[in-house]
């Protein structure tokens, strides 16, 4: 199940236990899950990540005939998407990938410029994830990661909302992974301000300076 696109969704660098299912909200809603182990060292994650995914490990809910924008899932994926918009957030994408992995069903990618911002966009998720579908990342309720570490995942089961730096957002190659094994790519042009990611590419956004990007190094 995991392999190299699998990886990149292992929490804080741990391995994950996914027993159990939400009863309240849509059937689909996968579990959050269960940490089973500390924070792996990044060059651990490295080598995991770049391991070689075989075609008996490729194995996730059978295809949807609905696009990605019509998902049952899709509320929430825009309500995450929204939240990060809302923070400024720097080149947001969404991707479906429940038919390329049992791990999760949707994925959303974000950059943030500063430590202050990238907190600032996690806890903008999960506070209005919380207030709209009753819903807290993980199995206690918090982020996993820091903006400290240029890496923070919001694990809602169903949905993995990951917020990086520019940079490690390139070396680790997130969505490039999952779209190589065939995530499709939500239009979040109905969400999504255009003018969110010029303003950042200028260097700077209202109340947030720029960092030089470490990760944060």
Known sequence: MFGSVGAVALVAWCLLDRGGAFSFASPSIK????????????????????????????????????????????????????????????????????????????IVIVSGNSRPQNQAIAAAIKDDIEEEYSLLPGSSGVPEGSADSGWIVLDYGSLMVHVM????????????????????????SDVVFPNAIEAVSKGSIEGFGKEEDPFWS
């Open 31 to 106: 579990s959050p899950p269960t940490v089973l182990c500390a924070k792996e060292k990044k060059n651990d994650m490295t080598d995991f990540i770049n391991k070689p995914m075989d075609s008996k490990s490729m194995v996730g809910d059978a295809p949807v005939d609905v696009p990605p924008e019509q998902d049952e899932l899709a509320d929430l994926v825009r309500s995450a998407v929204r939240a990060a918009d809302g923070r400024k957030a720097e080149n947001i994408v969404a991707l479906r990938v429940s038919a390329v992995s049992t791990l999760t069903s949707f």
């Open 165 to 188: 730096t520019p940079k490690s957002r390139l070396y680790y190659n997130v969505e490039g992974q999952w779209q190589d094994k065939g995530g499709e790519e939500m239009d979040l």
